[in-house]
C-alpha cells in the first residue's frame, strides 16, 4: 500500500518509497513494482502522473485522475507556476543559502537552462574520520528547482562539489562506501518534502507535504539532524 497524502476527485499525491519506479522503465527490464500500476490496483481507477521523481528519490508525487486535469496541471509546471521543495543531505558544509545556475544535457546532448536556489536548514560536524579529515562534516539542505530537468538536483550540488549522501553515480563514491559501510545505507539522501500549486478546478493555492522517510529520518538522527 502506498501512502496517500492527499485525494479529491481530481488529484491524488502520494508519498513515494525509495527505490521505486514511477512506471514502467526500460533503466530496469527487471522491475516488477511500479506507483502506477499500484495506485492504479489500490484506489480502483486510472492515474497519471503529472511530474517526476527518480527511483532513488522518495516523497511527494502528485498524479491526476483524469487526463483533462493531467493536461491543466502540466500547463502550470510547464509555466512554472508549481514550488518544488526537496531536502537533502549533502557533504561538507554549504552556505546559509545560493544559487546554482548552470546549464545540463539531456539524454540527447541538448544544452538546457537549469537553476536551483538551497537553503542551509542545518550543519553538523562529527567524530567520524575519513581519509586525512579527522572529521566528518554534512549540510541538512532545502532544494528549490526552478527548472526541472532531468537528475537535476542531484547534479547541481555535485558540481558544486556538495553530493548528495547515497547518490550514485552522481555522488561521492568515497562518502558513499562510508556510510554504506559505517550505516549500511544503500539509499539517497533526497526527498521531495513540498509541492504548492493552484487548484486546478477550486483555484484554491495547495501546499502539500510529504514526510520523510524513515532511512532518512534514521541517518538525520544519527548525523544529529532535526527533522
Known sequence: MLEIIYQDQYLVAINKPHGMFVHKTYLDPYATEFVVQILRDQIGQWVY???????????LLLLALDKETLAMMNHQFEDRQVSKNYLAIVRGFLPESGVVDYPLFNDTGKEQDAVTNFETLQTVEIDLPHGKHATSRYSLVKANPITGRTHQIRRHFSHIFHPIIGDRPHGC??????????????????????????????????????????????????LGFSV
Open 49 to 59: 502522473p503529472i511530474h517526476r521523481l527518480d527511483r532513488k528519490t522518495s516523497g
Open 173 to 222: 563514491n568515497k562518502q558513499n562506501k562510508l556510510f554504506l559501510e559505517k550505516y549500511a545505507l544503500n539509499t539517497m539522501m533526497l526527498h521531495a518534502h513540498q509541492l504548492t500549486f493552484t487548484h486546478p478546478f477550486s483555484q484554491e493555492p495547495t501546499s502539500l507535504i510529504a514526510t520523510p522517510s524513515a532511512e532518512f529520518k534514521r541517518i538525520s538522527d544519527v
